[in-house]
């Protein structure tokens, strides 16, 4: 392939992620929801429950970072010791990606438990932003339930508050490899700087760059990241400083846990 047409091809293939993106301009807020914030499914369109379904069933299987934290749906329970345990889901949260394109999903994971008859019953609920890597692999990111009940009370978009909490900042304007983000600089940092100029992050983003400053926080100029493991793209900023940001994930009960980055 010649120079011009893998212009041309990235040219068309960004082209047809803003149409998707364009085309699916639907927000959460669209649709109705519960008393408790819940989005009420039944208002979706088919294509696109079948579409949020599949993706936690997916994520449901995937590699969680506590193997006893499988999210195994359902209800169990024990008619002669009256104990119950069920789990189920809610949907609080459908869109886009705003870089990719790619359907996104935050979903409540409720956990019921009774340890026996005449106890009071105990329920647990854990956030998850779903979506899918660039490989095709299904990821669970555990999120705050601050943020998303504060975007619905104010009517915003669920979505982008969530993702704009985790990066620390405006999504929209940052490059994102997984679990980091590359957030340009206005100027030049006042951090020091430090004599290398690789490093590994998070123990699989190799990151190298023109110069590294480092105060607590982490900004490198023109910076380069390779997921080693392979799962992610390359990505390379410009040659500007940004501001390197690992995604916080909110804390989680242990009955479901979040997939390993």
Known sequence: MST????LKIADNTAETATRIAENKQTT???????????????????????????????????HVDEHGSWDFGIASDRRRGECEALNWDLYGVGH??????????????????????????????????????DATTFAHS????????????GRDVIKAVQDWIFQG??????????????????????PKIAKRTMVLESSHRLAANIIRQNGHLFAKNPHLVHVPGTHPEIQGENRWYKIVVGKRADFWKFATPTID
Not at 109 to 120: I, Q
Not at 171 to 191: K, N, V
Request: with cysteine; net charge positive; charged share 25%.
């Open 29 to 63: 807020n669209e649709y109705p929801r519960g008393s408790y914030g819940e989005i009420i499914d039944v208002n979706l369109p088919h294509s696109l429950r079948t579409e949020i379904t599949r993706l936690v069933s997916e994520a449901s299987k995937a590699a």
């Open 170 to 191: 405006d999504y929209e304007a940052m490059l994102r490899q997984g679990d980091l983000a590359l957030i340009p600089c206005s100027r030049r940092p006042s951090a």
């Open 143 to 154: 999120v705050s339930s601050g943020v998303i009940h504060a975007a619905i009370r104010r």
């Open 4 to 7: 011009t047409q893998a212009h």
């Open 97 to 134: 990606d705003c870089h990719s394109g790619s359907l996104l999903a935050i979903i409540q994971v409720r956990r019921f438990y009774r340890k026996k008859a005449g106890y009071w019953p105990k329920i647990q609920k854990n956030y998850f932003l779903l979506g899918r890597n660039e």
